[in-house]
Protein backbone atom coordinates (compact mmCIF):
# COMPACT_ATOMS: atom_id res chain seq x y z
CA UNK A 1 0.00 0.00 0.00
CA UNK A 2 1.33 3.73 -0.93
CA UNK A 3 1.37 6.30 1.67
CA UNK A 4 1.39 9.96 0.74
CA UNK A 5 1.05 13.06 2.92
CA UNK A 6 -0.66 16.53 1.55
CA UNK A 7 0.04 19.32 3.08
CA UNK A 8 -2.96 21.74 2.14
CA UNK A 9 -0.80 25.54 1.56
CA UNK A 10 -4.13 27.11 0.73
CA UNK A 11 -8.07 26.38 0.99
CA UNK A 12 -7.37 25.25 -2.95
CA UNK A 13 -4.44 24.38 -3.13
CA UNK A 14 -1.75 21.37 -1.55
CA UNK A 15 1.76 19.77 -1.97
CA UNK A 16 1.70 15.61 -1.96
CA UNK A 17 4.55 13.38 -1.33
CA UNK A 18 4.60 10.00 -1.32
CA UNK A 19 6.03 8.86 1.91
CA UNK A 20 8.39 5.73 2.60
CA UNK A 21 8.56 5.60 6.48
CA UNK A 22 7.08 8.11 9.68
CA UNK A 23 9.79 8.59 11.88
CA UNK A 24 7.77 9.92 14.74
CA UNK A 25 4.42 11.88 15.65
CA UNK A 26 4.00 14.01 19.05
CA UNK A 27 1.46 16.70 19.94
CA UNK A 28 3.53 19.28 22.37
CA UNK A 29 1.81 21.73 24.41
CA UNK A 30 2.28 24.49 21.26
CA UNK A 31 1.44 21.82 18.31
CA UNK A 32 1.73 18.59 16.60
CA UNK A 33 5.14 17.11 15.49
CA UNK A 34 5.91 14.92 12.48
CA UNK A 35 8.92 13.83 11.20
CA UNK A 36 8.53 11.83 8.11
CA UNK A 37 10.87 10.23 5.04
CA UNK A 38 9.46 11.04 1.35
CA UNK A 39 10.74 9.89 -2.08
CA UNK A 40 11.24 12.95 -3.46
CA UNK A 41 12.48 15.48 -0.46
CA UNK A 42 14.07 13.22 2.10
CA UNK A 43 12.94 13.32 5.64
CA UNK A 44 10.76 16.19 6.44
CA UNK A 45 9.99 17.96 9.66
CA UNK A 46 6.14 18.31 10.06
CA UNK A 47 4.72 21.17 12.31
CA UNK A 48 1.02 21.52 12.52
CA UNK A 49 0.28 20.07 9.02
CA UNK A 50 2.75 21.86 7.19
CA UNK A 51 6.06 21.28 5.94
CA UNK A 52 8.72 23.18 7.55
CA UNK A 53 11.72 21.92 6.26
CA UNK A 54 13.46 18.90 4.24
CA UNK A 55 16.57 17.16 3.72
CA UNK A 56 16.55 17.98 -0.22
CA UNK A 57 15.56 21.92 -0.18
CA UNK A 58 16.69 23.31 3.33
CA UNK A 59 20.22 24.59 1.99
CA UNK A 60 18.13 27.33 0.30
CA UNK A 61 15.85 28.83 3.15
CA UNK A 62 18.47 28.16 5.63
CA UNK A 63 21.31 30.16 3.34
CA UNK A 64 18.99 32.73 2.36
CA UNK A 65 17.67 34.01 5.95
CA UNK A 66 21.15 34.01 7.61
CA UNK A 67 23.95 35.20 4.91
CA UNK A 68 21.94 37.93 3.38
CA UNK A 69 21.83 40.07 6.49
CA UNK A 70 25.08 38.52 7.97
CA UNK A 71 26.97 39.94 4.43
CA UNK A 72 25.22 43.04 4.47
CA UNK A 73 26.39 44.18 8.21
CA UNK A 74 29.96 45.23 8.09
CA UNK A 75 31.44 43.00 10.99
CA UNK A 76 28.62 41.01 12.80
CA UNK A 77 29.79 38.84 16.08
CA UNK A 78 26.49 38.12 17.92
CA UNK A 79 23.71 36.52 16.10
CA UNK A 80 19.97 35.62 17.10
CA UNK A 81 17.48 33.26 15.89
CA UNK A 82 14.07 33.19 16.91
CA UNK A 83 12.51 30.35 15.87
CA UNK A 84 14.30 27.86 14.02
CA UNK A 85 14.54 25.11 16.12
CA UNK A 86 15.68 22.76 13.33
CA UNK A 87 18.85 24.53 13.50
CA UNK A 88 20.02 25.10 10.14
CA UNK A 89 19.99 28.97 10.74
CA UNK A 90 22.67 28.41 13.11
CA UNK A 91 24.00 26.21 11.24
CA UNK A 92 24.94 28.99 8.51
CA UNK A 93 25.44 31.44 11.33
CA UNK A 94 28.75 29.90 12.78
CA UNK A 95 30.05 29.92 9.14
CA UNK A 96 31.07 33.07 8.98
CA UNK A 97 34.09 34.10 10.52
CA UNK A 98 33.61 36.99 12.69
CA UNK A 99 30.33 35.07 14.59
CA UNK A 100 31.38 35.09 18.07
CA UNK A 101 28.20 33.31 19.31
CA UNK A 102 24.61 32.27 18.24
CA UNK A 103 21.63 32.62 20.01
CA UNK A 104 18.76 30.04 19.43
CA UNK A 105 15.45 31.09 21.23
CA UNK A 106 12.86 28.07 20.45
CA UNK A 107 9.63 28.10 22.03
CA UNK A 108 9.18 24.07 21.95
CA UNK A 109 12.24 22.11 22.91
CA UNK A 110 10.85 19.01 21.03
CA UNK A 111 11.06 20.68 18.15
CA UNK A 112 15.09 21.12 19.27
CA UNK A 113 15.17 17.46 20.45
CA UNK A 114 13.77 15.77 17.42
CA UNK A 115 15.68 17.76 15.07
CA UNK A 116 18.84 16.39 16.97
CA UNK A 117 17.81 12.81 16.77
CA UNK A 118 16.56 12.52 12.86
CA UNK A 119 17.50 16.02 11.03
CA UNK A 120 21.47 15.67 12.35
CA UNK A 121 22.10 17.55 8.72
CA UNK A 122 20.78 20.74 9.67
CA UNK A 123 20.98 20.24 13.39
CA UNK A 124 24.96 19.82 13.82
CA UNK A 125 25.81 23.24 14.96
CA UNK A 126 23.13 23.27 17.77
CA UNK A 127 26.61 21.75 20.05
CA UNK A 128 28.84 23.69 18.94
CA UNK A 129 30.90 25.90 21.39
CA UNK A 130 29.73 29.37 19.75
CA UNK A 131 26.08 28.47 20.15
CA UNK A 132 23.45 28.90 23.25
CA UNK A 133 20.31 27.18 22.90
CA UNK A 134 17.04 28.92 25.08
CA UNK A 135 14.22 27.34 25.49
CA UNK A 136 11.69 30.37 25.66
CA UNK A 137 8.89 32.64 24.19
CA UNK A 138 11.25 34.51 21.71
CA UNK A 139 8.92 37.88 22.19
CA UNK A 140 9.60 37.69 26.12
CA UNK A 141 13.57 37.02 25.19
CA UNK A 142 13.27 40.07 22.77
CA UNK A 143 12.07 42.53 25.22
CA UNK A 144 14.78 41.54 27.92
CA UNK A 145 17.64 42.05 25.92
CA UNK A 146 18.57 45.71 24.61
CA UNK A 147 21.16 46.90 22.17
CA UNK A 148 22.70 43.57 22.60
CA UNK A 149 22.67 41.70 18.54
CA UNK A 150 24.05 42.41 15.48
CA UNK A 151 21.95 40.53 13.57
CA UNK A 152 18.60 39.01 14.27
CA UNK A 153 16.50 36.42 12.24
CA UNK A 154 13.08 35.52 12.23
CA UNK A 155 13.02 31.60 11.53
CA UNK A 156 8.63 31.33 12.45
CA UNK A 157 6.49 29.25 11.26
CA UNK A 158 3.30 30.86 9.32
CA UNK A 159 1.78 33.39 11.82
CA UNK A 160 -0.99 30.92 13.03
CA UNK A 161 -0.73 29.56 17.21
CA UNK A 162 2.40 30.82 19.19
CA UNK A 163 4.14 32.25 15.71
CA UNK A 164 1.19 34.71 15.15
CA UNK A 165 2.83 37.81 17.74
CA UNK A 166 6.52 37.28 15.69
CA UNK A 167 4.58 39.30 12.77
CA UNK A 168 3.49 42.30 14.67
CA UNK A 169 4.67 46.04 14.60
CA UNK A 170 4.78 45.70 19.04
CA UNK A 171 7.43 42.86 17.76
CA UNK A 172 9.49 44.78 15.18
CA UNK A 173 9.84 47.55 17.59
CA UNK A 174 11.18 45.18 20.15
CA UNK A 175 13.56 44.09 17.77
CA UNK A 176 14.35 47.41 16.86
CA UNK A 177 15.56 47.72 20.54
CA UNK A 178 16.79 44.47 20.94
CA UNK A 179 19.95 45.37 18.10
CA UNK A 180 22.59 47.60 18.08
CA UNK A 181 23.02 50.46 16.46
CA UNK A 182 24.12 49.49 13.17
CA UNK A 183 21.74 46.35 13.44
CA UNK A 184 19.85 44.04 10.80
CA UNK A 185 17.19 41.95 11.42
CA UNK A 186 15.14 39.21 8.71
CA UNK A 187 12.04 37.55 9.22
CA UNK A 188 10.12 35.67 6.76
CA UNK A 189 7.52 36.39 5.40
CA UNK A 190 5.46 33.59 3.25
CA UNK A 191 4.61 33.52 -0.65
CA UNK A 192 4.06 36.56 -2.83
CA UNK A 193 1.71 34.49 -4.61
CA UNK A 194 -0.37 33.49 -1.61
CA UNK A 195 0.30 36.32 1.38
CA UNK A 196 0.34 39.53 -0.30
CA UNK A 197 -1.28 41.17 2.22
CA UNK A 198 1.03 39.79 5.15
CA UNK A 199 3.92 40.56 2.88
CA UNK A 200 2.26 44.58 2.72
CA UNK A 201 1.70 44.60 5.89
CA UNK A 202 4.91 43.57 7.11
CA UNK A 203 6.37 45.78 4.86
CA UNK A 204 5.13 48.71 5.81
CA UNK A 205 5.41 48.30 9.27
CA UNK A 206 9.48 47.18 9.16
CA UNK A 207 9.51 50.35 7.02
CA UNK A 208 8.03 52.69 9.59
CA UNK A 209 10.55 51.82 12.54
CA UNK A 210 14.04 51.13 10.22
CA UNK A 211 15.84 53.56 8.22
CA UNK A 212 16.42 50.75 5.54
CA UNK A 213 13.19 48.23 4.94
CA UNK A 214 14.15 45.89 1.69
CA UNK A 215 12.35 42.66 0.29
CA UNK A 216 14.11 40.20 -1.45
CA UNK A 217 12.84 36.60 -2.84
CA UNK A 218 14.29 32.86 -3.66
CA UNK A 219 12.69 29.57 -4.61
CA UNK A 220 11.94 26.69 -2.62
CA UNK A 221 10.08 23.73 -3.50
CA UNK A 222 8.31 22.71 -0.60
CA UNK A 223 7.17 26.16 0.51
CA UNK A 224 3.40 27.20 -0.82
CA UNK A 225 3.77 28.37 -4.59
CA UNK A 226 7.64 27.54 -4.48
CA UNK A 227 8.43 31.16 -4.01
CA UNK A 228 9.21 32.77 -1.08
CA UNK A 229 9.97 35.96 0.26
CA UNK A 230 11.83 37.81 3.09
CA UNK A 231 11.87 41.18 4.57
CA UNK A 232 14.77 42.79 6.18
CA UNK A 233 14.79 45.88 8.56
CA UNK A 234 18.47 47.70 9.05
CA UNK A 235 19.57 50.76 10.89
CA UNK A 236 22.57 51.21 8.99
CA UNK A 237 23.62 48.80 6.34
CA UNK A 238 22.35 48.95 2.93
CA UNK A 239 22.55 45.32 0.95
CA UNK A 240 22.47 46.95 -2.38
CA UNK A 241 25.61 48.74 -1.69
CA UNK A 242 27.09 45.44 -0.64
CA UNK A 243 30.66 45.56 -1.25
CA UNK A 244 30.74 42.11 -2.74
CA UNK A 245 34.50 41.45 -2.86
CA UNK A 246 33.89 41.92 0.83
CA UNK A 247 31.56 38.42 1.60
CA UNK A 248 33.83 35.78 2.95
CA UNK A 249 33.68 32.64 1.33
CA UNK A 250 31.51 30.19 2.45
CA UNK A 251 30.51 26.78 2.17
CA UNK A 252 26.97 27.16 0.70
CA UNK A 253 24.52 25.55 -2.25
CA UNK A 254 22.21 28.27 -3.31
CA UNK A 255 23.95 31.96 -1.11
CA UNK A 256 27.04 33.09 -3.34
CA UNK A 257 28.26 37.09 -3.86
CA UNK A 258 26.74 37.32 -7.11
CA UNK A 259 22.90 36.69 -6.31
CA UNK A 260 23.23 38.65 -2.95
CA UNK A 261 22.27 41.78 -4.76
CA UNK A 262 20.12 39.65 -7.36
CA UNK A 263 17.45 38.76 -4.83
CA UNK A 264 16.73 42.37 -4.11
CA UNK A 265 15.69 42.79 -7.51
CA UNK A 266 11.92 41.86 -7.73
CA UNK A 267 9.09 40.66 -10.21
CA UNK A 268 6.96 43.61 -10.84
CA UNK A 269 4.20 41.76 -9.19
CA UNK A 270 6.26 41.65 -6.45
CA UNK A 271 7.51 45.19 -5.86
CA UNK A 272 3.50 46.41 -6.33
CA UNK A 273 2.48 44.26 -3.42
CA UNK A 274 5.22 46.93 -1.23
CA UNK A 275 4.61 49.84 -3.01
Not at 28 to 48: C, H, S
Not at 193 to 204: E, G, P, S, V, Y
Amino acid sequence: MELWYTEYQTKNVGITCKVKQTYHTEKTQYQDIALIDTEQFGKMLVLDGTVQTTIEDEFVYHEMISHVPLATHKNPKKALVIGGGDGGAIREIIKHPTIEKAVLCEIDGRVIEIAKEYLPEISCALTDEKVEVIVDDGIKYVNQHKNEFDVIMIDSTDPVGPAVGLFSKEFYKAIYECLKEDGIFVAQTESPFFHKDLIRNAFKNVESIFPIARLYTCAIPTYPSGYWSFTMGSKKYDPLETDLDSIPKLDTKYYCPQIHKAVFALPKFVSDIIK
